[in-house]
């Protein structure tokens, strides 16, 4: 158990809880005015704000929301106990398993749906709607509503809140909540997994969670191609992650920058559902969406629905391709894009995918590998002695609260995305306001052996596929586009990049 370094205990947690308070309380002020400057409405628990469904934040709410996160992560840490802590998370199953329970009898539509939705339902009216039994309906319901999920108006009476717009039927997210059994399956399995004498130094996709959660042999995609509702469900769920992140994919990168007529070539594209948001903004650009025989059937119907006059003049086409194999377009003119692809896989297997790129790559090619970058976890105080906090005085609060400031308000009039350093006791991944990230990280190890990566880890794939980073940019998202070159491997700091194209707050 780690005490208060040098004994200053009072001096040293009030220094703390003064930053932490002091930073909350500047983020919010700044947020509630950059809201207002940009014509928004303050944000609310209960009801739907116009950045939750569609929008992307200036880079100034984007760090302000960043910020607030964070520091209410810290603050909880710091007020929860240890053991309050345990329980919390050893029980969290219950919260993925009653939003199951939320997605797959359609209590949120029929709460939607009722004739006064202000008032609700009672659990007794929700049985004879959904002929569930409402006993079995108040527990998980009553969970969810601590966390804002719902709001119980009175006992035994719900009604939705702003997070029906993700559960709610006619959403792509929705799927999240109807199959959330298959990520719970995995992860329970993780730990067998790890400590199995025969897998645990395996990398192999099928010596892992999923194999043990699921009681097969299948490897997770073999798995979900098997059962036609699992293939449905996850296909959605990953075009509503995907919607979730394409408008700062298009802003936030110098796709203007590239020479009129060239190719983006999206590798493992899917149902191309970035190339459409990009081929809508770039006329001058060109698209073709590669993936296996049995998806491009769709890609192409959702190019030729998306884009009609686009898909039938050749702009975006779907090819099938293995990007195992030789990748067949070859030549300077052309930008390959990765999203997601390379996280999906182990080490050797990554390498694997990008060398058949580089060796398809003309010299003045970019490939851009768009994935989340894992920022190691290590909080800064506001100053050490011999590696120990040390207590602040009331002027260096002062300063503290002015450095906050100072970084959020020089982001005012902004389009440029640049993001700011932590403030003093936040982590320097920004903590909760990072927890998807990092959960998808165990998620991936659980179902395929895979894992996100630090910018140094990823540094050793594109090294040993003969590849150069260029650049990192930045997102106003969870993901961030590593540019890349053929050519002499070399480590490369991360950058922000500073021509990126102008957007609307």
Known sequence: MAPYPNGHFDMVADAELDSLLNTLESSIKIFRTEAAECGLPPPSARYSHPLDTSGLPSPKLFEAKRTILATLGVLKSTFQSPFERLTEITHAGTLTASLQVIARTGVVDALHKCENPERGLSL???????????????????????????????????????????????????????????????????AEAVVKPEWKYSMSPLHTGCQIGNNTDKHLFELVHSNPDMLHSFTHAIHALEASVLDSIVADYPWNDLEPGTTVVDVGGGRGGMTVALAKSLPSLKFVVQDRPGTVKFTAANMSESLPEAFQQGRIRAMPHDFFTEQPLKGDGYVYTLKWVIHDWPEQQSIEILSQIAKAAGPKSRILVIDNIVTPVHTASTSTQNGSATPASSSSDEEEQSVIVKELEALSGKKTYTPIAPPPFVPANFGVSSLFPLQLGV????????????????????????????????????????????????VVASTVAEDVKPTAA
């Not at 039994?133 to 009553?142: E, F, H, I, T, V």
């Not at 509503?145 to 997070?163: H, P, V």
Request: proline letters at 2%.
């Open 124 to 190: 007794t009216e929700l049985q004879k709607v959904l002929d569930v039994d409402a006993r079995k309906l108040a527990a998980p319901m009553r969970l969810l509503s601590t966390i804002g999920w719902f709001e119980e108006t009175e006992e035994a009476r719900f009604k939705n809140t702003k997070m029906e717009q993700v559960l709610r039927k006619d959403s792509s997210a929705f799927y999240f909540g109807y199959h959330a059994d298959l990520y719970l399956r995995n992860a329970c399995g993780l």
């Open 443 to 490: 998620s991936m190890e659980a179902a395929l052996n895979a894992c996100e990566r630090t910018l140094s880890e990823f540094q050793k794939i594109f090294d040993g596929a003969g590849l150069k980073l260029r650049k990192v940019h930045h997102l106003r998202s969870w993901v961030s586009i590593m540019e890349l070159e053929v050519g002499e491997p070399q």
